[in-house]
DNA sequence: GCCCAGGGAATCG
DNA sequence: CGATTCCATGGG
């Protein structure tokens, strides 16, 4: 496939052309990160012909991104896109090879299905979100709902994380080791406060490792590490390695995916079938019932 | 197996 | 409007 390139720079905005399908609005509001939101009144304006900027921090920085339907802009300099958000918005990776193999994975009216969710889905690209704060984020969001999981972290962000340009970077396994698990508590965190705790206790002092997830390339000893951890179950472990180590054939299950395996597919769907995409398989169909078929 | 644990959003009556 | 339900996981 041919790499992303910089076309030009204007504003801090930089144009980019690249391989395959880019959506700002879906990639953002597909539920898997949570410090994005609406184009922050600091950063200057994209291209006119831009829609749905975006604007967020991660790897400890503040960014930007819009897109015209043609190119991706990004707010960001030249060196923090090749060595940060060409990954981080999974540029680098072959999404046309990636959307071929979806298609051809089922048959009749299964793959029709999936046709459809992919046309409505078409752009949404999977975050390669650093590990720390994707299982951090995703054990908040267990029993949640998406604005309170945003104040939660935004709360640890602006308590423990490390103030920069822009806002709060998320607060390290060490801050929030030391911070205690009465004042994550406080924060509104609810019971999940006791597991975020002592995953950041574990991590802070190397007795748990997110680089030996990050390392061991079968899935099943991953998931099973990442499942020790107290509050972390099936659901949050395969969304943090799908959105926080790039195994992207991990395939989360929540209520919703239950429905559409089940509405949707007679109960029955092998996520093997979608081979190392079976995550963005899911994104796709979940955004599918979520946001495009109900309007 | 069953209930409970934050709390805000969604849905119901 | 108020009341109820929802949510992913672990512990009692």
Partial sequence: MRAPTILSEENHWLEISFEGDFSTARTFDCG???RFGPLSD???LPPADCKNAVSGIAYGKQVAFADNGI???VYASPEDF???????LGLDADYVQANQQIQRALTGA???HMQTALEASRGIRILRQEPWEALCSFIISQNNNIPRIRKIIEALCREYGEQITGGWAF???DALAGAGKDAIFSLGAGFRASYIWEAACKIASGAFSLDQVQNTQIYEEARELLCSLRGVGPKVSACALLFGFNKTEAFPVDVWMQRVIDTRFGGKLDPTVFGN???LAQQYLFYYERCAACG
């Fill in 32 to 34: 898997q990160c949570f």
């Fill in 42 to 44: 600091e950063i200057p």
């Fill in 71 to 73: 190119h991706l802009f």
């Fill in 82 to 88: 090749q060595t940060i958000w060409k990954q981080y």
């Fill in 110 to 112: 299964s793959r029709q």
């Fill in 171 to 173: 607060p390290t396994p």
């Fill in 277 to 279: 995409w079976a995550g």
